[in-house]
């Protein structure tokens, strides 16, 4: 049976995306490259202050090490993990893990986007992490698959 566990994170930045690796996602297998990638990660985001605005920076370095903290040594032990930036241009948008497969090395992560009609025009940038159990088959690639689901917001007073 397969284990997964499934956690979305969002931070309020510029577009990440494509920040240590070539496509937007980290495979991290064990604590030393988590600690690389994080590494990474703060040295890319200073070169740009759009990104991590002037006075912020002490406030987001904090929700990063939080954001980090549970993956540690014990972790590795038992699982990897697959980290997947998504860029969306509003904070009120959802993802929702449907499930995974692996075949051919490749991991293909199916996720569903729940949007308003209505959005917010704040950027946000969400991390989505898949925490997969040793014991899966092998990966060396991943693939997001977003499908996107769109709902009304409903008015509940009639101003005329």
């Known amino acids: 049976m397969s284990k997964a566990t499934f956690h979305v994170n969002r931070f309020f930045l510029g577009s990440i995306g494509n920040f240590s690796v070539q496509e ?37 370095e904090k929700d990063l090490n939080e954001f980090y903290s549970p993956y540690d040594d014990e972790f590795f ?3 990897n993990l697959v980290m997947a930036i998504v860029d969306q241009g509003s904070s009120l948008v959802n993802y929702e893990f449907v499930g995974f497969e692996i075949e051919n090395g490749l991991l ?6 729940k949007a308003p009609m209505i959005q917010t025009m704040d950027f946000v940038t969400w991390v989505l992490n898949l ?25 509940y007073h009639d101003i005329s």
């Open 108 to 113: 293909t992560i199916n996720v569903k986007r």
């Open 131 to 155: 925490e997969l159990d040793k014991s899966e088959k092998e990966f060396y690639r991943v693939e997001v698959i977003l499908t996107d689901e769109e709902y009304p917001i409903y008015r």
């Open 24 to 60: 937007s996602y980290a495979i991290i297998r064990s604590s030393v490259e988590l600690e690389n990638h994080k590494q990474d990660l703060l040295a890319f985001l200073k070169l740009d202050t759009a990104i991590v605005p002037l006075g912020y920076w002490e406030t987001f």
């Open 77 to 79: 032990k038992q699982n």
